[in-house]
């Protein structure tokens, strides 16, 4: 961070951002070359996080197989590769407008680790809140479909993904296979969101801004992952909620 970003009296802190399993996130702050106090957000992917996404890429596309559905999601080979990705999937929603942690570079610590520097972002994550306004919620569903229309897929939306400050942000793209259809990421992404909100908001209300944007078809292709979606350890409702949900959708 010296060397690179022109600080001095640089402190390094691990900082607790909910589910963090591929990564330890850290707080960089420093002085700039005109003696200002400057903070960046960074994550650290060592070869152990590499190895982790891969078993639970592996283990989602396997669950797919087995219920007669296309795999999704892309394994890394490297940890370099995986650290390149993250930047590059940041840089595009950066370029398509959609508020999100400015990326900066990735750069390699030792041995198979890599760093990642964005922005550091004054906001907290949705999983943080008892409620959530019907604004946020719509905000949310709007970047995505903006993303969406630009054939672009998040692959690993979350409550921990979804800050909120002066704005709302959506942070941190998964790794999709290139290859597969865009129908299919689309729901998938569609599934993680409507189900990102269902601790803080009805899922009347929830469907409602969803319905301003995507359509039946889409929403009800999209109630083919909630199962999968479900099983995530970043992501919470019961069953009686995603019966609820589902009826819903097919409704």
């Known amino acids: 961070m010296t060397a690179r970003f022109g600080l001095s009296i640089v402190s390094v802190r691990p900082i607790d951002i909910g589910v963090s399993r591929l990564s330890l996130p850290v707080r960089i702050t ?18 152990s996080d590499m190895l982790t996404d891969r078993s639970i890429q592996l283990l989602k596309n396997v669950y797919l197989q087995i219920h007669a559905k296309r795999p999704l999601f892309g394994i890394f080979e490297t940890t370099e590769e995986m650290a390149q990705d993250h930047f590059e999937r940041l840089e595009t929603l950066y370029r398509l407008g959609i508020p999100t942690a400015k990326p900066y570079g990735y750069y390699w610590l030792r041995g198979q680790s890599w760093l990642v520097v964005t922005e550091y972002l004054d906001a907290k994550p949705i999983s943080s809140f008892h409620e959530i306004k019907p604004e946020i919620v719509d905000m949310v569903f709007r970047y995505l479909y903006r993303m969406h229309r630009k054939r672009v897929f998040h692959g690993d939306l979350k409550p921990d993904n979804i800050m909120v400050g002066d704005t709302v942000y959506i942070l941190d793209i998964g790794h999709l296979q290139k290859d597969v259809p865009s129908r299919y990421k689309l729901a998938y992404d569609l599934a993680c969101l409507l189900c990102c909100f269902l601790e803080f908001c009805p899922i009347d209300d929830i469907l409602t801004l969803a319905r301003r944007y995507y359509a039946p078809q889409s929403l009800e292709a999209a109630a083919e992952y909630i199962d999968l979606v479900q099983m995530r350890p970043d992501i919470h409702f019961n069953d009686d909620t995603k019966k609820k949900l589902l009826v819903s959708l097919h409704h």
Do not use: D, Q
């Not at 005109?34 to 060592?46: D, L």
């Open 30 to 47: 420093g002085r700039n070359k005109r003696g200002k106090k400057t903070r960046y957000f960074g994550k650290i992917m060592s070869y």
